[in-house]
């Protein structure tokens, strides 16, 4: 059994591996070219066993139907400074030729119930196989350092509460993930003299003393 879940996830694993050398490499070139990089950090995962076993029954998927059904199983996530960042992120990715995106949920725009903010992409990617190409669905989630602040936390409470939150706990999630959000227009506004201070730290870098 193990062995056939291995098979199954090792195009998986491929695929995030490649995706996150692919993501990461837009950062690179933007810091290569002194440009204010809209990708921060970039993660990836391919989803455990246990979770993808839960998740099919909550959304009753059979098994034999995960790769059709289950769009997470290869998971990406790009965290940007700002808010305005991941419009540019997704534009970047849309342009792309080496993937097809075929669904967008904006959870910005239409935040969750718990509070919740990401934007998220399914795409298709094809992976290339000793048998062939095989396309793989995965999930990029694109969120601010402070949308990820907080789902970072709920997700951990959410996993000790089991996902039923007190109802002050949940009060208390809500009005948190608005202050998340009030910080990251906050910086949106004064994002210019922040970029400015960003573009002369790193031109002055390497020129002062102690270097
Ligand atoms: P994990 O452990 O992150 O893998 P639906 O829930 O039906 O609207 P669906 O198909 O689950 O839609 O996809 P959705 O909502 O676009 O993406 C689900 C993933 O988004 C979750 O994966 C989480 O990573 C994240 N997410 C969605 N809602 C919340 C939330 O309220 N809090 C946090 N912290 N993350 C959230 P999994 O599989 O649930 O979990």
């Known amino acids: ?17 490649e995706m996150k050398v692919k993501l990461r490499g837009i950062r690179k070139q933007f810091r290569e070219q002194n440009k204010h990089t809209p990708i921060e950090f970039v993660t990836g995962r391919v989803k455990p066993v246990d979770s993808i076993l839960t998740k099919a029954a909550l959304r009753n998927i059979p098994v034999n139907r995960l790769e059709e059904e289950m769009q997470d199983i290869a998971g990406l996530r790009i965290m940007c400074q700002f808010v ?11 342009n792309r030729k080496d993937l097809k995106i075929i669904q967008e949920r904006d959870y910005i725009t239409n935040k969750k119930e718990s509070g919740y903010r990401s934007y998220h992409l399914v795409i298709e990617y094809p992976v290339q196989l ?7 669905l995965a999930e990029i989630q694109i969120r601010t350092l402070a949308m990820n602040f907080w789902a970072t936390i709920e997700h951990s409470l959410n996993y000790k509460y089991q996902g039923a939150f007190p109802e002050e706990m949940k009060e208390r999630l809500q009005r948190a993930a608005e202050a998340a959000y009030q910080l990251d227009e906050e910086m949106s506004t004064i994002r210019e003299e922040i970029q400015e201070a960003q573009h002369l730290f790193s031109h002055g870098r390497g020129k002062s003393k102690d270097n």
Do not use: C, H, S
């Open 130 to 136: 000793i048998t062939g190409e095989k396309n793989i």
């Open 1 to 17: 059994m193990e062995k056939e879940w291995e098979l199954f996830l090792a195009p998986y694993e491929q695929a995030v591996g």
């Open 84 to 94: 305005e960042d991941i419009r540019q992120v997704v534009d970047i990715i849309r």
